[in-house]
């Protein structure tokens, strides 16, 4: 691709897929429509006029900052290339349904409290009767839970809690014997300071591990670089001692590995394979996209640092050998074994998401990708209603865009948000509805839909009442930054509305959940729980909702209404994305009503309903 410079044009710069997806994160952020950037006067702005006109809202190095990191990528999308992309590839992880499992609150066999291997163990029965194919676990690795597993300190071991490698081989072979699969999370972008490799790199400045973090002297006696962390404070650890500050995105407790270093690498592809060797068929690879930071560790542009709130963000979130790490796990690990993979990939867009899952590539195979989770000018800690007609337009720019060398993850929930069905409404009334309308588009939507333990139950948020009752390292620590510009009471508000302990209170089902205090309990809806066992069943009857064609039938608002098609058979999905009643739009003469199993002349508050026709029956009539 030819190089872009403050010469060039912003349409230029739109075209390109760090351009494209950079600017639709910023408008995304400052909640600013797109046809701002698609109109043509603007298009043909050049970038060198568009910064000094923007200057005093971006400051002077934004757009320059902008078009160094639009050329360090010189990936194309394959789906730009003219005949380069065929018809979709089938593959089992593109027609399953994965259920995500955070084993600290999921099932709890020895009655401590906490989520255990054992209690999966289970629950295998249960989760085999819903129909899922494939469970993905958070980490069970032994850790000092920091940040809940997140902060490993053995790769190698299992967590004390959660049982031993005996239980996890009962696990592999009980997951199997059901024809179902296990998928493991990587956490490699960081590991627990207690790892023996930062305690060896700690205690001796001369030993080989130094270099597998990121050990730098201050300036002038500061930080090295101006970066934060995620979970609040400066991205460093002082040690005073030895003057020298370590890097951590994450936790003080979560130290940034340094991939340049190819040791690192090959200690990593080790274990990966130890694991896959272990009958592991794959991995969620956590913050995959932040293992290959900038050289030199550059300070980052304020503007993006305010923007975005972490200051650095660009000189990590898609390093400069990114592309080239993930193909070297993937050639030297997954390959070999026919593993999955998926990325966690915090800030990266649709172009971006291309070039890190096209199957011509030989990176990823899906990545989760989170722009969805809040509408515009909203972040997780805002007290806010969703707007459905978001998500619509969200997910069916990448359903019409992503190429079929590229799948789609489906997704609301997981162990970092509160529950989506409360994002939309805290109305009791519509919990049922919503959760409802929620499941019926993740099953028939295009791509594979990954449920978060919970979801099945209809669950919501909590009614947490104080601080103490939260246990993430996030809000502990964001909560303490925020005792510093406001009340304890607005504070509270603040966290109450992010937290990701919405996610991670113990399931219903557990013995001392149904200790626990009437707010900090919910009684599972098992009308929901029978649905997601129809439109799991229905999924896998009908290749049409796997890789069918999807068309978009309307554009009014408070509607979503597609179709979903393959060569014989067709469906079609109406969903009314608000409370108030309507009309619906599809006619659906010729058509089967799947779902629901009554309807009246009214789509009623998020109602959602399937219908399907034989394509060949039509033929004959
Ligand atoms: O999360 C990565 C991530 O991007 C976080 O920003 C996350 O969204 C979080 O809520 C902070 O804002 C992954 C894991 O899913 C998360 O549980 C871990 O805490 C984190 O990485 C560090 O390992
Ligand atoms: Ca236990």
Redesign the pocket.
């Known amino acids: 691709m030819e190089k872009l410079s403050m010469n060039s044009t912003v349409q230029a710069l739109w075209e390109t897929p760090v351009g494209h997806d950079v600017i639709e994160k910023v408008l995304l952020q400052l909640n600013i429509s797109e046809k701002w950037i698609t109109n043509p006067i603007v298009g043909r702005l050049r970038l060198k006029t568009l910064s000094s006109l923007t200057e005093k809202r971006l400051g002077a190095a934004f757009w320059s900052a902008l078009v160094a990191l639009v050329n360090a990528e010189t990936g194309v999308p394959a789906d730009r290339i003219p005949g380069a992309v065929g018809s979709i590839k089938p593959a089992w992880w593109k027609e399953a349904v994965i259920y995500q499992i955070y084993p600290r609150s999921f099932a709890d066999a020895n009655g401590d409290g906490i989520g255990d291997l054992k209690g999966i163990l289970s629950k295998l029965d249960y989760l085999k009767s819903l129909g899922v194919d494939a469970l993905w676990l958070s980490p069970i690795y032994d850790s000092p839970n920091d940040?809940n597993g997140?902060d490993i300190r053995d790769y190698r071991k299992i967590m004390t809690e959660f049982g031993t490698m005996e239980d996890f081989n009962a696990l592999v072979a009980g997951i199997h014997a059901r024809g179902m699969r296990l998928i493991m999370d990587l956490?490699v972008?960081?590991t627990s300071d207690e790892h023996v490799w930062f305690q060896t790199a700690l205690a001796d400045p001369t030993s080989k591990y130094r270099d597998y973090y990121f050990f730098r002297k201050g300036k002038n006696g500061r930080e090295p670089n101006n970066w934060n962390s995620?979970?609040g404070g400066s991205a460093w650890n002082h040690y005073p001692e030895q003057d020298a500050w370590a890097l951590h995105l994450?936790s003080k407790k979560?130290m940034d590995l340094n991939w340049d270093n190819p040791a690192v690498r090959a200690d990593v592809i080790d274990m990966i394979n130890w694991w896959l060797d272990r009958g592991v068929d794959g991995f969620r690879m956590?913050?995959i996209n932040y293992i290959s930071k900038a050289e030199g560790l550059p300070d980052g542009n304020e503007t993006i640092g305010k923007m975005m709130l972490f200051y650095g963000i660009e000189h990590y979130y898609y390093g400069p050998h990114l592309h080239e790490y993930l193909h070297e796990i993937q050639e030297k690990a997954f390959r070999p074994h026919g593993a999955f993979s998926v990325g966690?990939t915090?800030g990266v867009g649709r172009e971006m998401a291309k070039l890190l899952t096209g199957e011509e590539r030989g990176e990823l195979d899906m990545v989760f990708s989170f722009d969805q989770l809040e509408t515009p000018g909203h972040i997780r800690f805002d007290d806010y209603e969703y707007d459905l007609n978001y998500y619509r337009d969200y997910i069916t720019d990448w359903m019409e865009h992503y190429g079929n060398n590229c799948w789609m993850s489906l997704f609301y929930n997981?162990?970092?948000n509160p529950r989506m069905v409360s994002k939309v409404s805290q109305n009791p009334a519509y919990r049922r509805p919503i959760a409802t309308l929620l499941a019926v588009m993740q099953f028939t939507l295009k791509g594979t839909p990954f449920v978060f333990q919970g979801d099945e139950m209809g669950l919501v948020n909590y009614d947490f009442h104080s601080i103490t009752e939260l246990s993430d390292v996030?809000s502990r620590n964001r909560y303490a930054e925020l005792l510093e510009q406001c009340s304890p009471e607005k504070a509270f508000a603040i966290i109450k509305a992010g937290t990701?302990d919405h996610s991670r209170v113990l399931l219903p089902w557990n013995e001392k959940a149904r200790q626990l205090p009437a707010h900090l309990m919910q009684e599972p809806d098992q009308t929901i729980t029978a649905l997601y066992k129809r439109l799991i069943a229905l999924r896998k009857a009908h290749p049409a909702l796997i890789y069918g064609d999807f068309t978009l039938l309307s554009r009014k608002k408070n509607t979503f209404v597609y179709r979903r098609s393959l060569a014989e058979e067709t469906f079609v999905i109406e969903c009314n994305l608000a409370a108030k009643p309507r009309k619906p739009v599809f006619r659906a003469n010729g058509y089967t009503r799947i779902e629901p199993a009554a309807v009246t002349d009214r789509m009623q508050p998020y109602e959602a309903r399937i219908y399907r026709k034989s394509n060949s029956e039509q033929d004959r009539s």
């Open positions: 940040d997140y956490v972008n960081h995620f979970f994450f979560q956590d913050v966690e915090p997981n162990h970092d996030e990701r």
